[in-house]
């Protein structure tokens, strides 16, 4: 209990939330809903932290709206952007919201995996979708292959990674693939958008050697000239069937024209790799403007938190440091000084019961 209550693990904020842009939602604002990730203790215990610092971070109601997270139970499993991708023309315009779940809480029709549980249910993302107010000609339900989870896919980004109207996919992903892509196709186009796939065959790389790399838990972003990049960790590179597929794709002209490597070791040896480092919210001018200052990049505030982690952070951990006392004392005496930095005001309220 107390290894499991000390987990780092909400450091990937691929986790944290769903984030719905304004230009998808009923009422015209940002919505927010904590994931409860309640398929694994460590996990279940993070969301009230993470709605107190979404809330303090995007505060204004005007333009922010805040959900509490699902009920912690089974069937309504819920590991927030990790399995939920957005497509669009545009970030400000309306797009389609793709969520992708891995088994159905009530309905025996879908079937499931047997080896591991599928952590994102259906009734999830339904209930994720009405809380935000999106229109069902916005959104499309897509499930994940059971055989890929039962493999160590455990969240849609180790298996595909979307942006813009691109999506970027093992040819194992998901079930019922065609009739998927066409109707994310429907939907966008009729939006005025061009959906786009590039699938990664399987004869090319194996879902053992896309889990092994994260090639898919990776970030795919917009160049200038409207190509896409792909940001990729190390281990890519280190697999020599993933990094000439890699290599492959980059040059056939197609729509992923660069891909960059970045060393995430310490991340990637706790399982989290590019993608788990992200939580895309879409703002337009006015939204950003109401967004707490104090959490937004500059260079005296990034001077500012390196100052802060020197300080603080210590040089090695082992798993008996967890039982010292004194180490309970310097995290809450930094993540205290971390919130007056960046004007959180109390979201870290530390009580005993």
């Known amino acids: 209990l107390l290894v499991a209550s000390c987990s780092a693990s909400s450091m990937w904020v691929d986790n944290a939330a769903t984030v719905s842009p304004s230009a998808d939602t009923a009422?015209?604002?940002?919505?927010?809903?904590?994931?409860?990730?309640?398929?694994?203790?460590?996990?279940?215990?993070?969301?009230?932290?993470?709605?107190?610092?979404?809330?303090?971070?995007?505060?204004?109601?005007?333009?922010f709206a805040h959900h509490a997270a699902l009920p912690a139970v089974a069937q309504f499993g819920d590991e927030g952007?990790?399995?939920?991708?957005?497509?669009?023309?545009?970030?400000?315009?309306?797009?389609v919201e793709f969520f992708v779940f891995g088994r159905s809480a009530f309905d025996t029709r879908y079937p499931a995996p047997q080896k591991y549980p599928a952590r994102q249910t259906l009734e999830a993302s339904q209930a994720v979708a009405r809380l935000h107010g999106l229109k069902d000609d916005g959104v499309v339900y897509g499930q994940q292959n059971p055989a890929v989870i039962d493999a160590g896919v455990f969240h849609n980004d180790v298996i595909a990674v979307g942006n813009g109207e691109v999506l970027?996919?093992?040819?194992?992903?998901?079930?019922?693939?065609?009739?998927?892509?066409?109707?994310?196709?429907?939907?966008?186009?009729?939006?005025?958008?061009?959906?786009?796939?590039?699938?990664v065959p399987r004869a090319e790389v194996s879902v053992e050697d896309a889990v092994r790399s994260y090639l898919f838990n990776s970030q795919l972003l917009t160049r200038a000239d409207g190509s896409m990049l792909l940001i990729v960790p190390e281990e890519c590179r280190a697999n020599e069937r993933v990094w000439q597929y890699l290599q492959g794709l980059t040059a056939s002209g197609g729509l992923i024209r660069e891909v960059k490597v970045f060393d995430l070791k310490q991340s990637m040896q706790n399982g989290g790799g590019p993608a788990?480092?992200?939580?895309?919210?879409?703002?337009?001018?006015?939204?950003?403007?109401?967004?707490?200052?104090?959490?937004?990049?500059?260079?005296?505030?990034?001077?500012?938190?390196?100052?802060?982690?020197?300080?603080?952070?210590?040089?090695s951990l082992r798993e008996s440091d967890l039982a010292d006392p004194q180490l309970l004392l310097e995290c809450r005496t930094a993540l205290d000084e971390l919130t007056q930095i960046l004007k959180l005001g109390s979201v870290y309220p530390f009580q005993i019961n």
């Open 27 to 63: 009422d015209g604002r940002v919505h927010f809903t904590a994931a409860n990730l309640n398929c694994k203790y460590h996990r279940s215990i993070e969301h009230p932290t993470t709605s107190r610092v979404l809330g303090a971070m995007f505060a204004d109601q005007k333009h």
């Open 81 to 95: 952007a990790a399995n939920h991708t957005r497509f669009c023309r545009d970030y400000g315009e309306a797009g």
């Open 276 to 315: 788990c480092l992200r939580l895309r919210v879409a703002l337009n001018e006015s939204e950003l403007a109401a967004v707490n200052p104090g959490v937004i990049m500059t260079a005296p505030l990034y001077e500012t938190l390196t100052q802060w982690v020197d300080k603080h952070y210590r040089d």
């Open 168 to 199: 970027f996919y093992h040819e194992d992903a998901f079930l019922n693939t065609e009739q998927m892509l066409a109707e994310l196709q429907g939907k966008l186009g009729k939006l005025g958008g061009n959906f786009q796939s590039v699938c």
